[in-house]
């Protein structure tokens, strides 16, 4: 299994970037996605999640209002459309496969595949 993030970069606050993560390897249909955020020395943190069919999306409350997750199951690819980004985006970005039947979407415990990051960096 292969998570490709992409769409990173640098962006002044206000604006918006959207980050793209293209999967192989797994029946991406049958797998929620989501799109967590680290920064040094801190946790990972969740921010945005969609099921399998693309029917429920789920929101940190960090990004709600601002953040849409969407998924194109023909590509293969999940989304997630940043839109009046803030200074405090800044951070890298993964994207991840949630385990079947595994409990919240939040807890980044119950992801069995992540990607590789990408940089977000939000100037004020």
């Known amino acids: 299994v292969q998570l490709q993030a992409s769409g990173g970069g640098l962006v002044q606050a206000g604006g918006s970037l959207r980050l793209s993560c293209a999967a192989s390897g797994l029946t991406f249909s049958s797998y929620g996605m989501g799109w967590f955020r680290q920064a040094p020395g801190k946790e990972r943190e969740f921010v945005a999640a969609i099921s399998g069919s693309g029917g429920n999306t789920y929101y940190a409350n960090s990004g709600k209002g601002r953040f849409t997750i969407s998924r194109d199951n023909a590509k293969n690819t999940v989304y997630l459309q940043m839109n009046s980004v803030k200074p405090e985006d800044t951070t890298v970005y993964y994207c991840?496969?949630?385990?079947?039947?595994?409990?919240?979407?939040?807890?980044?415990?119950?992801?069995?595949?992540w990607g590789q990051g990408t940089q977000v960096t939000v100037s004020s």
């Open positions: 991840a496969a949630r385990r079947p039947y595994s409990g919240s979407y939040g807890s980044p415990e119950n992801y069995g595949y």
